[in-house]
Nanobody, 126 residues
């Protein structure tokens, strides 16, 4: 069982930056692929990024590539999402999720992620 708690969301102006954190409970954090997803009001959940167990492999949605960076610290059981050059269309609730499936298989496949956090709101004002 893994419990995930996101933090770091808030209100930011377009062009600004935020860093989201997701703290995981449990001693097997390093055995999980970690992903970030987001959901805007009235829209379907959207894949943002995922990172492999070791942190050596990352995947990004086209909409965030070169602006967002996913990273993890397995000694702190934490995964991060650094978000730069934020746009109004990045406004959403951001969720972290954990998967025991390899990153290249889990990717943007929501059912592959077994555990989810409660989400943190990110609002970008234009």
């Amino acid at each position: 069982q893994v419990q995930l708690v996101e933090s770091g969301g808030g209100l930011v102006q377009a062009g600004g930056s935020l860093r989201l954190s997701c703290a995981a409970s449990g001693r097997t954090f390093s055995s999980y692929v970690m992903g970030w997803f987001r959901q805007a009001p009235g829209k379907e959940p959207e894949f943002v990024a995922t990172i492999s167990w070791s942190g050596g492999t990352t995947y990004y949605a086209d909409s965030v590539r070169r602006r967002f960076t996913i990273s993890r610290d397995n000694t702190k059981n934490t995964v991060y999402l650094q978000m730069n050059s934020l746009k109004s269309e990045d406004t959403a609730v951001y969720y972290c999720a954990a998967s025991s499936i390899p990153a290249d298989k889990a990717m943007d496949n929501i059912p592959m992620y077994e555990y989810w956090g409660q989400g943190t709101q990110v609002t970008v004002s234009s």
